[in-house]
């Protein structure tokens, strides 16, 4: 044996682990503790996956997935309802929010408020009200 060289044996891997393939809701359960539900801070490198645009000359937010070109134009105090129940977000996605022309402190720490406290994660990275 050279100093280089460990004589060891594979470990063996306790009765209560999973060998061989799995299924992807298996996978998906067994992570159900990682990622957007974790309660974890979003990271600014994640993509958001809802985008509220408070929109200041129509007085009103544009929502829309990240993978929308063109989101749908709603009142403000209902974006949190349309994200969760028209777009069937679920609750610990991210989302981001952004502004068109003039739009005030409170209205757009009022959106944040209400989406925080429907339990979606603020993407982070700027400061906002």
Request: proline residues 6%; contains cysteine.
């Amino acid at each position: 044996m050279s100093s280089r060289t460990i004589d060891a044996k594979p470990a063996k891997l306790p009765s209560n682990i999973i060998k061989g393939p799995i299924s992807r809701k298996v996978a998906a359960s067994l992570l159900a503790g990682c990622g957007a539900s974790s309660g974890t801070p979003a990271k600014i490198a994640e993509l958001p996956n809802v985008i509220i645009t408070l929109d200041g000359n129509r007085h009103a937010c544009v929502v829309a997935l990240d993978k929308e070109p063109q989101g749908s134009i709603v009142p403000c105090k209902e974006a949190v309802s349309f994200v969760r129940d028209e777009l069937r977000v679920q609750r610990g996605s991210i989302y981001d929010i952004r502004t068109v022309a003039t739009v005030g402190d409170t209205e757009i720490a009022s959106v944040r408020a209400a989406l925080d406290d429907a339990g979606y994660r603020f993407i982070g990275g700027r400061k906002l009200p």
